[in-house]
């Protein structure tokens, strides 16, 4: 013989058996389907932050995708200025370092 479960509805106040909805009022009831919603809102809201993070490409990443071959070049110029600029920061992040380490 199964057990059976008896859920009081929070909406109603009515007692429901082995129901993931309630009876009287249709509130949802079923804690492993309240769990189940839970986790699927999740899975969407970081599968839509993914999406919108492969979409909001920053300048440089956009021009390079451009369909005009000279904003193309531009948006490549602009990257490589970024890197050698990101390069030149990290090698003087590198030498003050050294030399406050002794």
């Known amino acids: 013989m199964a057990n059976k479960s008896y859920i009081k509805c929070p909406n109603c106040g009515v007692f429901n058996t082995d129901k993931e909805y309630c009876e009287n009022c249709g509130e949802l009831i079923s804690y492993k389907k309240k769990q189940e919603l839970r986790a699927q809102k999740v899975k969407e809201e970081e599968l839509s932050d993914a999406i919108k993070d492969i979409e909001n490409l920053n300048l440089p990443q956009r021009l390079k995708k451009h369909s005009n071959f000279f904003v193309r070049i531009l948006g490549w110029i602009l990257y490589s ?10 090698f003087l992040a590198w030498v003050i370092a050294m030399i406050a380490a002794g």
């Open 81 to 90: 200025v970024w890197f050698v600029v990101s390069l030149i920061g990290a």
